[in-house]
């Protein structure tokens, strides 16, 4: 189908496959669920960096004695998960 916008190639790897099948066996389109599957990936991995930046921003906080944290208190956490997990 004719477009303005320039298109991009991409090579139907068995890792990209499985994750086609696994989203959509039977797509209508193969190119409009890559473009969907490409579309919700950049939005995760956008959600992921502003995470691990709000993440990086608390731990300077708490570096610059900003908040108070109770080292000791989050050791005892820290020991304790182990009992909650499965």
Known sequence: MPTANPRVQVTLDPELAEALAAVE???ASKSRLIRDMALRGARA?????RRRGQAQEYL???????????????????????????
Do not use: C, Q
Request: glycine fraction near 8%; hydrophobic fraction near 35%; charge should be negative.
């Open 25 to 27: 066996p039977r797509p």
């Open 45 to 49: 991995a956008g959600d992921e960096h």
């Open 60 to 86: 300077l906080r708490v570096a610059r004695g900003e908040v108070d944290l109770d080292l000791d208190a989050a050791a005892e956490l820290h020991e304790a998960r182990g009992e909650h997990l499965p």
